[in-house]
């Protein structure tokens, strides 16, 4: 491992870039204009991948203090720079080149665009007089990109590219976050200028309000006020808005019981009372007879995804709805909001509070939200003569890290269980790929999240065994870069979830949901120079995470978990959430 | 592994108590006794745009990926510098009509948008080319629809019809029956009626002030 690190080291790198006292890269050229803004911005870490057309891109990296981590596909770049924005807050920062690094990127700008979270592109581009001619690696990019950004932006002159990197920074985080990107061809680039951008600004024609009207927070209040069964519904808004404090203090105030989001989760914590943790799909029994019974939902930072609301005919149908968002597009958008609350999370509850003459008197429907959570219990079967359960592995690896870890996982049966059996009581410590569901996730997004997090935080990556495999070649950058990572593969040997809705949906036929094919992940760990090991029973759990969350660096478990299991309860698509089925012949 | 675990638990599905209320498909309690579901009305929207490339493209991607039924789309320049004018006609149920006009709204280079009342001043264009076999006929036709004519020859005559849609609709129907071979429509253009405000944006400096309806949602 060392040597490859030795060998792989450029020997002509500038010792001062390790104990640099942050100087301003000098603006002499597009690309240090580029550069100098991100500085401005105070951005301190970027992933990418090298090519040609973003070459005087990195050329002003070479010499700034700005981190970079190269990743072995742009995807993998997209999803890194996302959960480093999920878990610092600011906008992640990833590079490309153009055409094929452009597209690259896509996925994982979808996938930030459907979460909503803050991520700036930085592509190259063929120079300005190619475009348009069909040149080497030249992809529209800013069409490609256009349905899946908040705005994106085609540099025309080295003299403006600066503050528009400024600008495309800022709109990521401004209101509700979201992805931006700047198309660089190479000319704007390498062409002079001595032009020192300015201060990173939101578009004048795209300032979020954040202090609600006056007339929205008192209507929102009088409905509060009057509810029988009011019920809180935390999304990711909450987070991202950093309200947590507030919605929290809200809820335990008032005694008004809290569902979340997935994305919402850690919103409030799940070992509360008062908590009962995430509604929808694969949300929990009590959560969903709650926003089917609930009077007053008081939704805050949600979109009200087909997935949380089930058929809409049946979500929380005999709820006046409360609805705060700072995104005016997403009142009304899927449910009615009966009092849409225009405004920034933290300020818009504070400002609810304050205007609530007394609390809602919810005492009743508190004990029926509690009674629901003893009449539906989150529990699995675990019989001794079955494999090893996905979910003791899950509630394991939460036993054995500490209460702040950082969670990421993939897309599928590995990542429903993590979500309900991993206990989360803090914000930004779930990152996973939400509204797009996009497999592959979990390994960069551990990347992004281990540069992200503190030293002293653990990051693990629950993973799929078909997740994993999508975006396996991360492996070789957490070993370059010695990021100190667990990855639990809950390897079922299936794409799970589709083995799961072909049994119930297809009359059991399995097409194309066999993986036993996959390569065995502890050797290929090894491999990679990581460390690897395989577990197969429940003997094995403890000692095997033990030793693979000590190793300092990045290591793969490969729990190989009960290929019959499935995820419950559920409701089925389009159904009414307080139908969920316990089990498959309940569907 | 041995436990005391159960597996989920709980009443079947049938078992549980359920409300009685639902919703419609845009998501609005129904009311059981006087149920209502939105019916499409038609919406014209005027909108000030930064005049920068691709911004047309923007709005009609815009309106093809939300599946907003778009029946014309007009653009133009305005008085002020780098500020242009859209004009756009949908035909959507409710909700969908409020939903148009704040996507539109989050647009970067949309500076204002709004819906124009039903009064506002509305026309279009059409270039209109016919046989010419009985050019007095034709000729009576256009003046009777104050139409002018640009092109007259022995095979066809064109003729330029302007007015609101239902006069433009009338006129091709009355020119039919000398056989249409041709017809280019512009889609409507509008301005609000009287003193009212289009949507602002469009005096000299008012670029820097943002009007949209960000800060009033409904």
Redesign the interface.
Known sequence: MSERTAATTDPDEPEAADDSTETPTEVTTGSTSVVRALENAGVETAFGVQGGAIMPIYDALYHSDIRHVTMAHEQGAAHAADAYGVVRGDPGVCLATSGPGATNLVTGIADANMDSDAVLALTGQVPSDMVGSDAFQETDT??VT??IT??NY?ASSPDTVGDTVGEAFA?AAEGRPGPTLVDLPKDVSLNETDREPGPAQP???????TDP?DS?VEAAARAIERAEKPLLLFGGGVVKADATEVARQFATEHRIPVVTTMPGIGAMPEDDELCLSWAGMHGT?YAN?AI??TDCLIAVGTR?DDRLTGG????A????VVHIDI???E??????A?Y?V?GDAGRAIERVDAELDEGPDAREWVEQCLTWKD??????????NEP??PQ?VVEALDEATPDETIVTSGVGQHQMWAAQYWTFTEPRRWVSSHGLGTMGYGLPAAIGARVAADDDETVVCVDGDASFLMTIQELSVAVRENLDITVAILNNEYIGMVRQWQDAFFEGRRMAAGYEWCPQFDKLAEAFGARGWTVDS?EEVPDAIEEALAYDGPSVIDFHVDPAENV??MVSSGG?N??????ED?L | MSDNRTGLQGPAPDERPHPDGRRNAQGIRIDPEAESEHEPRRAVFSAIVEDEPGVLSRVAGLAARRQFNIESLTVGPTTVEDHSRITMVVEEPEPGIDQIEKQLAKLKPVISVGELDDDAVRAELVLLKVRGEDPDKVHAITEMYDGRTLDAGPETITVQLSGDERKIDDAVDAFRRFGIIEIARTGQTALAHGSKKTVPGEEPGTSGEPTKPNTNTQ
């Open positions: 800013t069409g256009a349905p908040k705005h085609f709109l578009p004048e024609t795209c300032r979020a309000r009207a929205q029994g007879m089917t019974h009200f809409i005919d049946t979500f149908p005999e709820a006046e995104d005016p597009a009142i009304s958008k899927n449910v009615h009966d849409p225009v009449e539906y219990p989150m529990d699995y079967a675990a019989p001794d090893l359960k003791f429940y419950y309860p009414a307080g139908k969920f089925a316990l089990s309940q």
